[in-house]
């Protein structure tokens, strides 16, 4: 009798495990579908005027996992206090830098690749259609990056390889967009009434 019961927990716990990771698996789809269905509906401005979208956490995670270019691993953001949000993940700046169309030099290769882990935490203010983000620490391998050092690295290696960030100054929203609430909660994207 114990020889059977004892038997049956072995291939019970590996279809239990089975089981677990299908579902996280499946939760994760499903939150990034989410995401993408919401963002797209903003994108292709199919959202009504006055009408407001949140998403969670879980979206914005699953999305950015499944949106990540190669060389970042793991993106995961977080938001613990209003406006205040940290993006964290592993990145391999020359496998970045190569996927965007760069070559790094010999010596600039042997700097940057390999994964490292980097932290980001900016402000975002939204209002009227406009937002503003400010970079407030960047940790690469638990090193803070901050002053001359940060401004050089978002000049010199940010805007290169995404020529449309704007860093530090005033942009237009797009897509109808009034403004974002970004809280610990979720974050809501409000849309102009007219």
Known sequence: MMHRTGQLFCCVRPAAIVLLVS???????????????????????????????????AELNAYAREEAPVGVRNPRLTVTSPGVAT??????????????????????????DGERPVSVTARIRTANGRATVEVDRVEISGVVIDGRTLEFLIQNFLVPLYPEA?????????????????????????????
């Open 87 to 112: 993006g964290t993940a592993l990145i391999d700046f020359g496998k970045l830098e190569r996927n965007a169309g760069g070559q790094p030099g010999w010596l600039m290769s042997k700097l940057l």
């Open 166 to 194: 704007v860093i530090g100054r005033p942009f237009e929203l797009s897509h109808r967009i009034d403004h974002v609430t970004v809280a610990p909660a979720a974050v809501t994207v409000a849309i102009a009434a007219k």
């Open 23 to 57: 579902l996280v698996a499946g939760a994760a789809n499903s939150d990034y579908s989410s995401a993408k269905q919401k963002l797209d509906s903003i994108e292709l401005e199919r959202v009504r005027p006055g009408a407001r979208v949140t998403l969670s956490y």
